[in-house]
């Protein structure tokens, strides 16, 4: 069964410093793989998705996730972080780019000034 | 362009009444995926519904019933409300199934 993990709950990054994101999933095939974004009060932004090819993608807002399959790993990156960046982020896996897509826990990002 | 509606923006209901959110998809998108999104959790796949059918289906009990309406807007209907039906409940367009979907800002739903 597919299935995605967020390690951090929780992390705290000072502006201007780099950001690293941890998604671990689990999938019989070759995923679709997703990174949301969920600011209080809105809906779900895509920042970036993989499902082929280069295995470093970029996205908006400056951010990028690397997939590595033999760690079953997208995580996402930021080399410095803007206040407006702090929110809560969805890793995601599917089948396809909406269809029975399985969300992780989230990882809320606080930026200190 | 209004990307995708979702109404009423929070509803307060007693367990055991019934609810019917509402979701009206981004302009050009004729598919509607429905997920619940408890406190503190990702969201969950509940359905999604294409051509006024209900495609596929998440691990949700029978309670949970949608409808697609030929202008391709949608309805998610929850009966016999639990306190676990509490939630933030998000919609989503997309153009067909393999194009990227575009989510509303939610519905927060609390059951007392």
């Known amino acids: 069964a597919q299935s995605v993990t967020q390690p951090d709950i929780h992390i705290t990054v000072s502006e201007g410093a780099s950001l690293e994101l941890r998604c671990n999933y689990s999938?019989?095939?070759?995923?679709?793989l997703f990174w949301y974004v969920q600011s209080p009060g809105q809906g779900l932004q895509l920042l970036l998705k993989?499902?082929?090819?280069?295995?470093l993608v970029q996205g908006i807002k400056g951010f990028e996730a690397e997939f590595k399959r033999s760690q079953s790993s997208f995580n996402l990156r930021k080399p410095s972080v803007h206040w407006s960046d702090a929110a809560e982020y969805f890793c995601a896996v599917g089948p396809n780019n909406n269809n029975d897509m399985r969300f992780g826990a989230g990882t809320r990002l606080t930026v200190k000034p | 362009d209004a990307g995708v509606t979702q109404s009423p923006t929070h509803l307060i209901k007693t367990r055991g009444q019934q609810v019917t959110l509402r979701c009206s998809p981004k302009s050009g998108h004729d598919t509607v995926s429905w997920y619940q999104q408890a406190l503190g959790q990702g969201p969950q796949f509940i359905f999604q519904?294409?051509?006024?059918?209900?495609?596929q289906r998440g691990n949700f009990p029978d309670r949970f019933s949608g409808h697609q309406f030929p202008n391709y807007s949608s309805e998610l209907n929850v009966n016999a409300l639990l306190l676990g039906d509490s939630a933030l409940y998000l919609c989503?367009?997309?153009?067909?199934?393999?194009?990227?979907?575009?989510f509303g800002p939610g519905t927060r739903l609390t059951v007392t």
């Open positions: 989503a367009s997309s153009f067909g199934s393999d194009y990227e979907q575009y």
């Open positions: 993989y499902f082929s090819g280069d295995t």
């Open positions: 999938y019989g095939a070759t995923p679709y």
């Open positions: 519904y294409y051509e006024e059918e209900e495609r």
